[in-house]
C-alpha cells in the first residue's frame, strides 16, 4: 500500500506464494475477505460474470422507510449505471439508527455507501458477513482460518467447474482462506 498501511496479506506468513484477495474492502469497512494462492479462482470469482452474492450487514442513521428501501430494490441510477440490492432484510432499529442486511452481486466501488446516500441515510458501520457460500462466522478482526473441503467444493459448484485446479489446503497445493480484517491502519493482529 503507497500510504504503508497494513494489507490482509500482511497477515500470512511470507513463504513465497503469491496470495490474492477475492473483492475488496473500503478502509472504512470490514468483514470477510477471501484469500488464496490461486489466482485464476480469484479472478473468476471476482468477475461480475459469475454474479457471486455478498452480503452485508449495514448500521445506518436514521430509520430507511419503505418507499426508500425498495429503491434500493428498484435500483439507484449513477454515472456507472444503475445500483440495486437482490436481497434487503430490516434486521431492528435501535436508538437513531437502523440495521440492514444487504445482498449484492456486483461489487461496484462503495456501491452500498453510495446508495445509502443517495435515499439519505448515512453509513455508520458496513460488515461483509457472507461472500457466496461462505460465511464470516465469528472470526474476529485480523483472524483467518482454512477452508473445510466443503466449502471448496460449493465454490467451485458455484462458478460450474468441472475441472477446476486443486485448490484443497494441503502444504504445496493451492488453498484459500476467509479472513476478517479491515482494509485500513485498524487491522487487528
Partial sequence: DPA????VVDLFPNDGQ???TVGRLDENSEGLILVTNDGELAQRLAHPRYRV????HVQVVG????????ELRKGVRFKEGVFRVSGLKYLKKQGKSAFLELTLHEGQNREIRR?????????????????GPLNLGKLKTGESRRLSDTELKKL???????????????KGQKNAAPVKGRASRKTAV
Fill in 4 to 7: 504503508g498501511r497494513r494489507r
Fill in 18 to 20: 503469491r496470495l490474492f
Fill in 53 to 56: 452474492a455478498r452480503t452485508y
Fill in 63 to 70: 430509520n430507511p422507510p419503505r418507499e426508500k428501501l425498495d
Fill in 115 to 131: 446508495m445509502m446516500a443517495r435515499i439519505g441515510h448515512k453509513v455508520i458501520q458496513l460488515v461483509r458477513i457472507r461472500f
Fill in 156 to 170: 467451485r459448484q458455484l462458478l460450474n467447474e468441472k475441472h477446476s485446479p486443486d485448490i484443497r489446503h494441503r
